[in-house]
């Protein structure tokens, strides 16, 4: 037996290979919904954005050069654990420093999950300006590679007129009291629109669906074929039959879709965004995006049919293929209230348990590795921060109380976590010890982004096992700029002595003179000295609620544009009489 496991482990390197990319991300210009030509960041001078691939086992190299001249810029790798490498991660001031124009870095990696995945900038709001692509690795031992005959990349998307920079100031901002998000301007397939997928008679399709928004959920339905999920978000599970599914910005749903016998007509296809996310619907959105299933390329595309109702599939009840139990009761329990509010300077921000995240002075994992014994203390990584420290191992539940009338979609870097109980929408904060909770489920869901239903909770489970420092948050990209985010700081000692930062990771903090060592605030000598660390505005005064702030930022608004008007008018030439 011991020689069989010898042949086995000496095997599986032999069969592993090394994927190189070699990546200038650059400014291009692209107008995918007909409308407006913009400014649109790709790569090597193309967007959409390539594919990443790979197999499972491959060691994975990306060498990313900034040549955008303007902007810094990093690379998150959504769903791959980096386990080992957990500074590949991405996240500028978690685990590097954003990497400034006209410099190199190297991402370097080994996948050992399978599954359908995605990539995206994850610096300032960036990725929907269009820095963001499918990320796919092939598995071997797919078990239902004998069952397509073809795979099919569908991403679905939403798309802006304006770029980040301007619609997060704005957003941000005593202007926009309230927290009312930038609503996009169309829903995209493929960062296209109109597309076609051909398909012939008698095969059945595998569908890797991803949905790279930075807003938008959506619903997406093919008429008159029915889809079997068979993955999500890089988990397998049993077939279940489905006629409309609904992805929040970052999940994914891979589907089995049995064509039809015939070629004599063409099917369309529908994604629709979910427009309970916007605080007001613009006149004249065109909220829905259509796509054909073609059989026959010289036959009609036919208008989409109405439907009466959206009625997605519940991914609550899906079943992973390997039959993972419910984890034990957890050793730690870490209870996150979701809350929107105004600070003191009027913006409106996002908070887990009063606290909205602040970007540190030093990366966290940095601070993790050059703290010592200290880096178990989460008040190293700073107030803001929002850190959790975990105990290498244990089981970890996250109870997320959504206090907000919104939807969230929450996704933990470095881990699945199993879905143990979602709540019904406006059931209220979690109780543990309530006799009305549900028995949790024997084989949970597992994914690595879940709806948290408005006004209502989530619990999820993970273990301890992957050292690192990985983020929990709102994956609406608004919401993450405004701070609806948590640190999750796992085992930071094993970090310390298994993980070396490369030069390259080092150079790129040396750019832009931003500290590698020391607590939240770069203090090396005292590391509960954290005077100087970036935090958040003032909480307001007392008794100033939203509609003061709205009021003061109508009368400011009117008080320039009178001032405006008064300039405009003494500059006037005077009229003969």
């Not at 210009?29 to 967007?47: A, E, H, L, V």
């Not at 769903?79 to 001031?93: K, Y």
């Not at 949905?211 to 999920?229: G, I, K, P, R, S």
């Not at 003191?344 to 540190?360: E, H, L, Q, S």
Request: hydrophobic residues 40%; negative net charge; contains cysteine.
């Amino acid at each position: 037996m011991r020689f069989a496991t010898l042949i086995l482990l000496t095997a599986v390197p032999a069969l592993a290979k090394t994927v190189t990319y070699n990546w200038n991300i650059t400014w291009t210009t692209s107008n995918p919904d007909g409308q407006f030509d913009r400014r649109t960041i790709g790569i090597n001078g193309k967007w959409p954005c390539p594919t990443l691939e790979a197999e499972k086992g491959d060691r994975v190299i990306v060498n990313m050069y900034n040549g955008l001249g303007d902007q810094a810029t990093s690379l998150h790798f959504h769903g791959l654990f980096m386990n080992g490498t957990a500074g590949m991660d991405g996240p500028s001031m978690v685990t590097q420093c954003p990497v400034a124009p006209g410099l190199s870095f190297v991402y370097d990696f080994v996948v050992d999950q399978p599954g359908t995945y995605w990539y995206h900038a994850h610096n300032a709001g960036q990725y929907p300006d269009g820095l963001r692509g499918p990320l796919i690795v092939h598995d071997s031992e797919d078990p239902y590679k004998d069952v397509w005959d073809e795979e099919v990349i569908l991403t679905l998307s939403d798309w802006y007129h304006e770029q980040m920079p301007a619609l997060t100031k704005k957003f941000i901002s005593y202007t926009n009291p309230t927290g009312a998000e930038p609503v996009p301007q169309a829903a995209l397939l493929n960062d296209a629109q109109d597309i076609t997928i051909s398909f012939e008679p008698g095969k059945t399709y595998f569908v890797r669906i991803v949905n790279m928004a930075a807003f938008a959920a959506q619903y997406l339905w093919f008429e008159d074929h029915t889809m079997q999920v068979v993955e999500v978000d890089g988990v397998y599970t049993e077939p279940k039959d489905a006629d409309m599914l609904y992805l929040t910005a970052a999940q994914r749903v891979s589907v089995l879709i049995k064509a039809k016998d015939s070629a004599d007509k063409n099917y369309a296809f529908m994604g629709s965004m979910d427009q309970d996310l916007f605080d007001q619907v613009p006149p004249g959105l065109n909220p829905n995006v259509t796509g054909w299933l073609v059989y026959n390329k010289d036959g009609p595309k036919p208008p989409a049919a109405e439907i009466s109702a959206f009625e997605p599939m519940d991914d609550f009840l899906l079943v992973p293929v390997d039959k993972q139990p419910l984890l034990p009761p957890a050793d730690r329990s870490i209870t996150l209230d979701v809350m929107m509010d105004n600070l003191g300077d009027g913006a409106n921000y996002a908070f887990f348990n009063d606290i909205t995240y602040v970007r540190p002075k030093v990366p966290s994992l940095y601070t993790a590795l050059t703290t010592g014994l200290d880096a178990e203390n989460p008040i190293v990584y700073g107030v803001n921060a929002n850190a959790f420290v975990l105990k290498h191992l244990e089981v970890v539940e996250i109870i997320v109380n959504n206090m907000d009338p919104g939807k969230h979609p929450f996704h933990l870097h470095g881990h699945h976590f199993q879905v143990v109980h979602r709540s019904a929408v406006d059931a209220g904060n979690y109780d543990p010890t309530s006799p009305d909770n549900p028995t949790m489920p024997t084989i949970p869901m597992r994914r690595d982004v879940v709806l948290a239903p408005p006004s209502g909770n989530v619990v999820l489970r993970f273990r301890a096992d992957n050292p690192g420092m990985w983020l929990f948050h709102c994956h609406l990209e608004w919401h993450l700029a405004s701070g609806l985010v948590a640190t999750i700081v796992e085992s930071p000692l094993l970090l310390q002595g298994n993980y070396t930062v490369p030069e390259d990771h080092k150079a790129a903090c040396k750019a832009k003179n931003i500290p590698m060592e020391g607590n939240a605030a770069g203090n090396t000598k005292n590391h509960f000295d954290l005077a100087g660390a970036n935090v958040s505005p003032d909480p307001l005064p007392k008794g100033f609620e939203k509609r003061g702030i709205a009021a003061l930022a109508f009368s400011i608004v009117a008080a320039l544009v009178g001032m405006g008007v008064i300039v405009w008018y003494g500059l006037q030439e005077p009229t003969a009489i």
